[in-house]
């Protein structure tokens, strides 16, 4: 059964750049869209980006100058990072799998998520 | 971007009741809409697909229906374990977007 987990510092501080990886148990990494989404504490969802297992990437635009998503095929990771970060990126950050359910697309599995603090 | 929206934003329900909740988007989306579930603290977990289709071992209790720009979510019986707060998603165009989300409570 395909597992992810997140991992990465809880906190950061302002201006500097958010790092987060995702490690996938359970199944291969090279195939389906590995995808980052966050929730500010009390607050909605938002989707940050995916990267596809062959290396493409798609970014939120209110991200995107900000935002890179990349892939280790040999670690079974993907990561995320997020530079100048401000208060505002802080949120409980989800990885999550992105499938294709004919003839949509769905998350079907998610990390527990991690919570990340941006503060001096 | 597409906007999501969804009514109500959060309500009050009993064991047994019969729960709808409705997404709306701000263009169409043919049936590229999803449906959610997060209990506090944890992650969300895929109830419904293409707006009507259960996702494998989610209770048949949930049913989704809509296409274009309005969808709904019912649980026909709500039981203990349905307290969560509800997100739509469409995946229909980037970027990719949230409903606000409908809480559901015990009344």
Redesign the interface.
């Known amino acids: 059964q395909v597992q992810l987990q997140e991992s990465g510092p809880g906190l950061v501080k302002p201006s500097e750049t958010l790092s987060l990886s995702c490690t996938v148990s359970g199944g291969s990494i090279s195939t389906y869209y590995w995808t980052w989404i966050r929730q500010p504490p009390g607050k909605?969802?938002?989707?940050i980006g995916y990267i596809y297992y062959t290396g493409n990437t798609?970014y939120?635009?209110?991200l995107k100058s900000r935002v890179t998503i990349s892939l280790d095929t040999s670690k079974n990771q993907f990561s995320l990072k997020l530079s100048s970060v401000t208060a505002a990126d802080t949120a409980v950050y989800?990885c999550?799998r992105r499938v294709a359910?004919r003839?949509?697309?769905?998350?079907?599995i998610?990390?527990?998520?991690t919570m990340v603090t941006v503060s001096s | 971007?597409i906007q999501m929206t969804q009514s109500p934003s959060s309500l009050s329900a009993s064991v047994g009741d019969r729960v709808t909740i409705t997404c709306r988007s701000s263009q169409g989306i043919k049936?590229?809409l999803?449906w959610?579930q997060q209990k506090p603290g944890?992650?969300?977990?895929?109830l419904i697909?293409?707006a009507s289709?259960l996702?494998s071992g989610v209770p048949s209790r949930f049913s989704g229906s809509g296409s274009g720009t309005d969808f709904t979510l019912t649980i026909s019986s709500l039981q203990p374990e349905d307290f969560a707060t509800y997100?739509c998603?469409q995946?229909y165009d980037?970027?990719?977007?949230?409903?606000?989300?409908t809480k559901v409570d015990i009344k």
């Open positions: 909605g969802l938002e989707w798609k939120n635009p209110s989800y999550a359910v003839p949509v697309y769905a998350f079907d998610w990390g527990q998520g | 971007a049936n590229d999803g959610y944890k992650a969300p977990k895929l697909y293409a289709s996702q997100y998603l995946d980037y970027p990719l977007t949230f409903g606000p989300g």
